[in-house]
């Protein structure tokens, strides 16, 4: 009977063409003679990776072995696998990167930019929900968080700033699944300090967070309708659709589309 493959006869089938198609003398080894096989040999890999030649090749063979997240990060950082390579390893192993590298690096400008481009309200999130990039559209719809004066980070405008229960259509609804959608997406992320601090600013400085953060509700984090209340512009109605960007998964861009008109009910602009 097909199928998938085993998470550890997925991590052998990796590491055995990670090693059989890497290149000795990139390495600093002497191509040798007696090489019956390209690549790299297990025992040099263990070398490299600062592991013993039967732990390797037990891993290597698929063996009924608990392989950790600082072993996976040797045979990363020892074999110079690229970022796609890395995360696929953790991946296919079902660990925990606990580098996690290139998380904290920012988008180039030209990707931030992006947003711009957008015909609708726009925006960019880093990992803890703050904003890093915003078309003017937003800067409009969102006063008091993504105008001059407001506050970027999404939790602390929704949960400490009066505008968004205002500018919020069903706050309180919203509310709750922003906050489990914000729990999922920072799992990874549970002995990072700065989630840390919010999470536990949050919970100080506002009841409805820390009721909601108590539920522990667990969300992905999709688009769909979405209303607002706008003090100057009336009743808006949108699509949202958000985005990992590709390269950066900690950044997620955000954007709000105007609905179909045979779709909506009319609203004021």
């Not at 998470?7 to 390495?27: G, I, K, T, V, Y």
Request: with cysteine; charged share 30%.
């Amino acid at each position: 009977m097909k199928g998938q493959d085993p998470p550890a006869l997925s991590l052998s089938a990796f590491l055995r063409a990670l090693r059989e198609r890497q290149s000795p003398a990139e390495f600093g080894l002497p191509p040798g003679p007696r090489r019956r096989t390209p690549g790299l040999r297990r025992e040099e890999v263990a070398q490299l990776c600062g592991l013993s030649v039967t732990w390797y090749t037990w891993i290597e063979q698929g063996r009924d072995v608990s392989v950790s997240g600082s072993v996976l990060a040797r045979l990363a950082n020892g074999l110079r696998l690229s970022r796609a390579e890395r995360s696929y390893l953790f991946e296919v192993a079902g660990r925990r990167d606990p580098e996690r590298p290139g998380n904290r690096d920012d988008p180039p400008e030209e990707i931030l930019a992006c947003v711009d481009a957008i015909d609708g309200p726009a925006y960019i999130l880093d990992r803890t929900w703050r904003a890093r990039r915003w078309n003017a559209k937003a800067s409009l719809l969102f006063q008091g968080w993504l105008d001059a004066d407001g506050e970027k980070n999404l939790l602390r405008y929704i949960f400490l700033r009066p505008e968004a229960r205002t500018l919020i259509l069903d706050w309180a609804s919203r509310a709750r699944r922003v906050v489990a959608e914000f729990r999922a997406a920072v799992t990874v992320y549970s002995d990072d300090p700065e989630i840390r601090r919010l999470v536990e600013e949050l919970r100080l400085g506002s009841p409805d967070f820390e009721r909601c953060w108590d539920t522990q509700g667990v969300l992905a984090r999709e688009g769909g309708d979405r209303a607002f209340n706008h003090p100057a512009m009336g009743l808006l109605h949108y699509q949202q659709v958000s985005l990992s960007l590709a390269g950066w998964p900690d950044y997620r861009l955000t954007m709000l589309l105007s609905p179909r008109p045979d779709k909506s009910e009319p609203y004021s602009a």
